[in-house]
């Protein structure tokens, strides 16, 4: 299985230990188009690439992914495009998110995408990991 991992860059990475936890068992189930986002330096790894240069390859891996998993508790327009653009190719997309937020209603509202609430990192991976193996 192909994941592709959405989460916060230039829009925040408050929520970088969960990005690594996340990408930690999406690798026990498939491979991950992405790695780069769950890296502490991942504005250094982007800043040899153009803005065109990027957004060519990330819509390349969402089209070839067979998941989106995004990350949506710290606002994103990066992330809210990812979302919308797998949205209307068809793609899978698990959505996930602290429960001490108020979730963007064009996520929490939209019946297409599948929605976890997690309280800390411990519950978010319990729950992420029974989706993932009913997707198996």
């Known amino acids: 299985m192909k994941f592709y991992f959405a989460g916060a860059i230039r829009g925040g990475r408050e929520k970088l ?8 068992l999406l690798e026990k189930y498939g491979e991950i188009l992405d790695k780069h ?14 803005l ?34 797998a949205e209307n190719l068809g793609k899978r997309i698990i959505c996930i998110y602290d429960d001490s937020i108020d979730i963007s209603a064009m996520i929490g509202g939209n019946k297409y995408l ?20 009913s997707i198996n």
């Open 17 to 24: 230990d969960i990005y690594i936890k996340i990408n930690e």
């Open 52 to 85: 065109e240069e990027i957004y060519s390859r990330d819509i390349t891996w969402i089209k070839e992914c067979d998941v989106l998993v995004a990350e949506v508790s710290t606002p994103s327009l990066g992330v809210g495009y990812e979302v919308s653009y």
């Open 37 to 50: 986002v769950a890296k502490p330096n991942v504005n250094k790894i982007e800043n040899n690439k153009s």
């Open 114 to 133: 599948e929605l976890i609430k997690y309280k800390d990192s411990d519950d978010l991976i319990s729950k992420l990991e029974i989706k993932l193996k």
